[in-house]
């Protein structure tokens, strides 16, 4: 029996560690000021990668600025998709959200612009007293991060493994170690 509860806590490990690998996924691939309006940078390796906006974790006017994403030999328009859920996350010890994302399957240089930012704000909080006693800082004085991510579907995923390994591997090792607290 202790076999079975031994096995129930690696794979509660496992599924911890895989969780934690898809939630915590973040390599990044350039960091500029916004206020640059355009970058070109490298990507080295197919996959999904987000554009996200450092500095704030929620942004006012979200629809009415746009990021055009190009390949820099061809011109070549990359789509760029908004996500469902805006991802909000820290890095460096500053908040940013996930604007869009896309999927680069040929590796090589590309170019970012951004266009009509006049009217887009940043601010921490989600609470509307919050956003009525002080005034939304503008988005110009922000970071763009491009950076490696996964797919709402593996955050999602990472989310379930994580609250799952945590407990499967707590409760197996636990009940391996000492099977007679199940018996109490």
Known sequence: MQLLYLTIGLTGLTMMFFGAKWLLRSKTV?????K???KEFKIKKPGVYAVCVMGGGLIKGFGQYNFQL??????RQIKLKRPILKWR????????VESAQFKISDVGGY???????????TTNSVKKKEH???????????????KATVSLL?????????????????WGILLAINP????Q
């Open 70 to 75: 190009s390949h820099s030999n061809n011109q």
């Open 132 to 146: 009525k006693s002080r005034p939304n800082p503008p988005i110009r004085g922000n970071q763009i991060l491009i």
């Open 36 to 38: 640059e309006g355009s």
């Open 180 to 183: 007679t607290v199940l018996a």
């Open 111 to 121: 170019k970012i612009e951004i266009t009509n930012l006049s009217n887009a704000a």
């Open 30 to 34: 350039v960091n500029f000021p916004i």
């Open 89 to 96: 996350f820290r890095k460096n010890w500053v908040m940013g």
């Open 154 to 170: 593996k955050k999602i995923a990472g989310i379930f493994f994580l609250v799952l390994g945590v407990q499967g591997s707590f």
